[in-house]
T-cell receptor, first 116, second 112 residues
Framework: GAVVSQHPSRVICKSGTSVKIECRSLDFQATTMFWYRQFPKQSLMLMAT?????????EQGVEKDKFLINHASLTLSTLTVTSAHPEDSSFYIC????????????FGPGTRLTVL | DQQVKQNSPSLSVQEGRISILNCDYTNSMFDYFLWYKKYPAEGPTFLIS?????DKNEDGRFTVFLNKSAKHLSLHIVPSQPGDSAVYFC???????????FGTGTRLKVLA
């Protein structure tokens, strides 16, 4: 199957700093990528849909100025958590699909963010 | 409002027996459903999908059943193996969108 990577896998940062997480599709081009957040023992919550060459579409309740998304190329989307606070600590996962809506979404391995 | 629900947070099954994981949804517009498996600190991996034009899809040990009138789907794993122990998420999608709505997950433990 298609491979999606994320970097870093773990990051610990101080409150008030910004953290960038990269999501790459390694063997396919993804016009659309998705960013999810998972709290412990909870579902994956879709944060935003990242579209190559255009602005991301954010889900209701997700602050776009807090979670900056850039999809600069067909293989790379980045999520920047700005001015991070302890409540932003979570597991962030990206996914990408191959094109058609019913194509499988391939998920990255996730990034564990801990804000001290 | 949780549009996709997995009411059983956990399930334990003996190795070799059948595992049945259930998922209910409220949005009648959903027409495509998937099951994902997830290990701790990893991203979900795709297992099996089903379109609303079908009521069953089978792939090896995994079978997904869809009951549209009841807005219910289930994943059957038979025979269950210890390596199947993971959290299983169902997800649903509606026409015109790439978005998947995920359930809260069921932790399956297969006992050797």
């Amino acid at each position: 199957g298609a491979v999606v990577s994320q970097h870093p896998s773990r990051v610990i940062c101080k409150s008030g700093t910004s953290v960038k997480i990269e999501c790459r599709s390694l063997d396919f081009q993804a016009t659309t990528m998705f960013w999810y957040r998972q709290f412990p023992k909870q579902s994956l919550m879709l944060m935003a849909t990242s579209n190559e060459g255009s602005k991301a579409t954010y889900e209701q309740g997700v602050e776009k100025d807090k979670f900056l998304i850039n999809h600069a190329s067909l293989t790379l989307s980045t999520l920047t958590v700005t001015s991070a606070h302890p409540e932003d600590s979570s597991f962030y996962i990206c996914s990408a699909n191959l094109g058609a809506r019913t194509d499988t979404q391939y998920f990255g391995p996730g990034t564990r963010l801990t804000v001290l | 409002d949780q549009q996709v629900k997995q009411n059983s947070p956990s399930l334990s099954v003996q190795e070799g027996r059948i595992s049945i994981l259930n998922c209910d949804y409220t949005n009648s517009m959903f027409d495509y459903f998937l099951w994902y498996k997830k290990y701790p600190a990893e991203g979900p991996t795709f297992l099996i999908s089903i379109s609303s034009i079908k009521d069953k899809n089978e792939d090896g040990r995994f079978t997904v059943f869809l009951n549209k009138s009841a807005k219910h789907l289930s994943l059957h794993i038979v025979p269950s193996q210890p390596g199947d122990s993971a959290v299983y998420f169902c997800a649903a999608s509606a026409p015109g969108t790439y978005k998947y709505i995920f359930g809260t997950g069921t932790r399956l433990k297969v006992l050797a």
